[in-house]
């Protein structure tokens, strides 16, 4: 049951460039997409969320963007930072909170 | 910011032992889950816990596994006799309302670990 991919399992990415993370889902009932960030050794962290009846959405340095055609939305942290490097979890969920977890992007920003 | 905890951060137990996992949801939130994640797979969906029943479960979620809220303040997991596929990172989560959009809150986890 893969409802939720993440193709990539890792990137690295210099610091100051743009990070995208990629991830496609199947089930067109999902309703919300979030980020979560995992550092090691600590629980998964929100990031973002995108509702389905949006295309993008906005946090400081990290947007979201939904293409629901596609069943595909990406992550986009600009300009990158050594401290975001972690691993990236999109995950989707309905009307109630339960999570779909897709299986990571190990995300490295070097210097 | 207020943090779900998790107790104890490593478990080590033979296999057909019973082990119970334990969390202090965020104080004010009314939902509680519990996640896993197998080494190098995907953090997947155990079990929601609600108005003191389980709201929703996943199919790995049989029967040799419970959750409880024995008081007002911890959410506990239980495996009654542990086998080796067990063996996982358990994270607990809490949020306020259950919304869909609602961002859950995980504690660290507990490393379970089934010899």
């Known amino acids: 049951d893969q409802q939720v991919k993440q193709n990539s399992p890792s990137l690295s990415v210099q610091e100051g460039r743009i990070s995208i993370l990629n991830c496609d889902y199947t089930?067109?009932?999902?309703?919300?997409f979030l980020w979560y960030k995992k550092y090691p050794a600590e629980g998964p962290t929100f990031l973002i969320s995108?509702?389905?009846?949006?295309d993008k959405n906005e946090d400081g340095r990290f947007t979201v963007f939904l293409n629901k055609s596609a069943k595909h939305l990406s992550l986009h942290i600009v300009p990158s930072q050594p401290g975001d490097s972690a691993v990236y979890f999109c995950?989707?969920?309905?009307?109630?909170?339960?999570?779909?977890f897709g299986t990571g992007t190990r995300l490295q920003v070097t210097l | 910011e207020p943090e779900v905890t998790q107790t104890p951060s490593h478990q080590v137990t033979q296999m057909g032992q019973e082990v119970i996992l334990r969390c202090v949801p965020i104080?004010?939130?009314?939902?509680f889950y519990w996640y896993r994640q197998i080494l190098g797979q995907k953090v997947e969906f155990l079990v929601s816990?609600?108005?003191?029943?389980?709201?929703?479960k996943s199919e790995i979620f049989d029967d040799q596994f419970s959750v409880e809220r024995p008081d007002g303040s911890n959410f506990t997991l239980k495996i009654r006799s542990t086998k080796l596929e067990d063996s996982a990172m358990y994270f607990c989560?809490?949020?306020?309302?259950?919304?869909?959009?609602?961002?859950?809150?995980f504690g660290s986890g507990t490393q379970l670990s089934v010899l």
């Open positions: 989560a809490s949020s306020g309302q259950g919304f869909g959009n609602e961002k859950l809150f």
């Open positions: 089930n067109s009932m999902f309703d919300y």
């Open positions: 995108i509702s389905s009846i949006k």
């Open positions: 995950a989707a969920s309905g009307t109630a909170s339960k999570l779909t």
């Open positions: 104080s004010n939130h009314l939902y």
């Open positions: 816990f609600y108005n003191n029943e389980i709201s929703e």
